[in-house]
């Protein structure tokens, strides 16, 4: 009968040992006096001052508690000896209370907690700051799995309708040489060579084989990658592939680079933020809006890839390199189908499907706007960041996080010094 | 010596002295806490007694702990800084002491009296009421230092009549007397605490 009281003692305390009415007030005590405890063989007077404090905190909950639930302090104690409360796993619950009577554990729990403490702060520096080769691979945990996966989706959605939007372009073209005429102004690409620019069309005609080629344009979807090989020696579709390449540079290394490129998508990058923000958020809203059944026409987007003037810089090495990307971008594309759960080629889904998906493109979108507002919040508190309010408008790329050199070697030998002493810790 | 109340083992009351129970039943464990004035050589001694290297010591700012195992028990000895800005501190860490280890630098004769000052005070303490005493005359392998019955002496150490003390001279450095004085701790204090 005894044993059976003392287990139920036992199980009543160790319940209470994991409840937010014990976790909160002793983790909340030690994230707030744990930074003076450092890895110092000798103890400062003030360890012995904060111990202190913490018995009389765990006296006080403890005593709440046990009169809260009606256990006596002798009831207490044949608990605690009884075998059940010495099993290995109750003993690791008990730790926080029996640090109260050995201040080696106590000081080993606060040093602890204050290289945990420390490490976060870090990668909070890194977060900021950006861009050190490191944090790349330490990133990692920040984002959750889903999260990651979400971003993944993201850019499979972005990819894809800038393939499609390539396409289109591609087959455009072909049509207006075809009769003759080509789209594109001299202001659209000033960079072009001159045998095209002679083709130059009124934009008038533009816009009708516009029209035309995206009809014909939705019966297909398998010859993306040999139409693109033609799209990239036109001009207009330059600025397409560009974004294509750089969503594809940017996401392919690490998951924090797209992460944070997936975030800045709508800022675009420093070479043309029109581009890629104006394919990626001007057409999501527009094709949800009002062409869900043929996603493949993509109206909304050709306005603002018309306002931009092409990038000088970019022009060549988009050229050589997109054949290249296309490929990689239905891989990665078949991938985010997969994950989805779909197992049709995009053009091939049913419109319900594929308004889910462009659902979820639009949430991922928001999701990034969040993402960035909350970045820029972090970097400059003076300027609130609205990308939500506007998503047409590109907003100016974000300050480049890069960091000076000197802060850089600050921050290795930081993450030297903690990775040191966690190593010490832990090893302990 | 105003109020007599014999409050040993317990004197902590309360749900604490149950979590200090609940530790203490495994294992039998001594807290042994090091005292004495700056530049004694406490700290050198809890090296040595840890068996750990004592040639790079440097003057405690606040305090040291080593745990040693010693006839089955487990000592855990508090080594407190001797400096006189810390000394105020000491009498935080005299509660549920078993021993207190006095350290005297046997050679710093202009000092003798300030020592013992320390000491009596110390004794009166109402924390270490009847707290066995031993005393480490230390520095011995010094040409000048002091006897340890001459210092015994001067620190009228026969006159204690409420508690267990001994006199012990060692060279901390060279290790030399500080077994011996283990060996008084673990006769007088340990077998009568099992």
């Known amino acids: 009968m005894a044993e059976d009281d003392s287990e139920w003692v036992v199980e009543s305390i160790a319940g209470y040992l994991g409840s937010p009415e014990w976790i909160i007030p002793v983790t909340d005590f030690m994230e707030n006096k744990c930074t003076v405890f450092d890895e110092e063989d000798e103890n400062k007077l003030t360890y012995t001052e904060i111990h202190q404090q913490y018995k009389q905190l765990v006296e006080k909950l403890l005593e709440n508690y046990m009169q809260e639930v009606g256990i006596n302090e002798q009831q207490f104690l044949d608990a605690c000896t009884s075998p059940f409360a010495r099993s290995k796993t109750l003993q690791t619950v008990f730790q926080p209370v029996l640090a109260t009577d050995d201040f080696q554990m106590f000081r080993s729990l606060m040093v602890q907690k204050n290289m945990e403490l420390q490490l976060q702060a870090l990668r909070v520096i890194k977060e900021r700051n950006g861009a050190l080769p490191e944090c790349l691979t330490d990133g990692v945990d920040v984002m959750t799995e889903l999260q990651q996966q979400e971003m993944r989706i993201l850019q499979e959605v972005l990819k894809k309708s800038k393939e499609e939007y390539d396409e289109e372009m591609s087959r455009r073209l072909l049509l207006e040489e075809e009769v003759g005429s080509t789209s594109s102004s001299s202001s659209d690409r000033p960079m072009r060579d001159s045998v095209e620019a002679q083709k130059a069309a009124p934009a008038a005609t533009q816009q009708s084989s516009t029209a035309k080629a995206k009809a014909e344009g939705k019966g297909e979807s398998s010859s993306s990658s040999s139409s693109s090989s033609i799209s990239s020696h036109q001009a207009p579709l330059m600025n397409g592939n560009t974004a294509t390449q750089s969503e594809l540079v940017n996401g392919k290394p690490t998951r924090k680079e797209e992460k944070k490129m997936a975030a800045q998508g709508g800022g675009g990058d420093k070479k043309g933020p029109a581009k890629s923000s104006s394919s990626a958020s001007t057409k999501l809203p527009s094709e949800r809006g009002s062409n869900c059944a043929e996603p493949k026409a993509l109206p909304a987007v050709r306005v603002p890839v018309k306002g931009s003037e092409p990038s000088a810089s970019s022009g060549p090495s988009s050229k050589e390199q997109s054949s290249n990307s296309q490929t990689a971008a239905e891989m990665w594309l078949d991938e985010a189908r997969k994950e989805a759960g779909i197992s049709k080629p995009y053009t091939e889904l049913t419109a319900s499907q594929k308004e889910q998906l462009q659902q979820r493109a639009l949430y991922l979108r928001q999701q990034r706007d969040k993402l960035q507002a909350l970045k820029k919040e972090q970097q400059k508190p003076k300027l609130p960041a609205t990308p939500e309010e506007t998503p047409t408008i590109p907003t100016p790329a974000p300050p480049t996080p890069e960091i000076s050199a000197e802060e850089k070697k600050k921050l290795q030998k930081r993450k030297h010094l903690a990775e040191k002493l966690k190593e010490e810790v832990i090893k302990k | ?194």
């Open chain 2, 1 to 194: 010596m105003a109020s007599y109340q014999v409050s040993f083992p317990p004197r902590k009351q309360g749900l604490l002295s149950v979590i200090q129970k609940l530790k203490g039943a495994t294992e039998q464990e001594l807290r042994i806490v090091l005292l004495g004035l700056d530049n004694a050589g406490k700290t050198t001694l809890l090296k040595s007694l840890a068996s750990e290297d004592v040639n790079t010591i440097t003057p405690t700012q606040g305090f040291n702990i080593k745990s040693v195992a010693s006839h089955g028990m487990k000592l855990n000895v508090w080594d407190i800084g001797g400096q006189r800005k810390i000394r105020p501190f000491w009498k935080k860490y005299l509660e549920n002491t078993d021993l207190l280890i006095y350290v005297i630098d046997s050679a710093d004769k202009k000092r003798f009296e300030e020592t013992g000052l320390e000491l009596s005070e110390l004794i009166d303490e109402e924390n270490l009421k009847g707290v066995p005493v031993l005393v480490f005359a230390n520095k011995q392998d010094l040409a000048t230092a002091s006897p340890a019955s001459e210092i015994a002496e001067g620190l009228n150490l026969h006159t204690y009549r409420d508690r267990e003390w001994q006199i012990q001279a060692c060279s901390a450095v060279s290790g030399e007397g500080v077994q011996d004085g283990m060996n008084w701790i673990c006769n007088n204090i340990v077998n009568k605490k099992k």
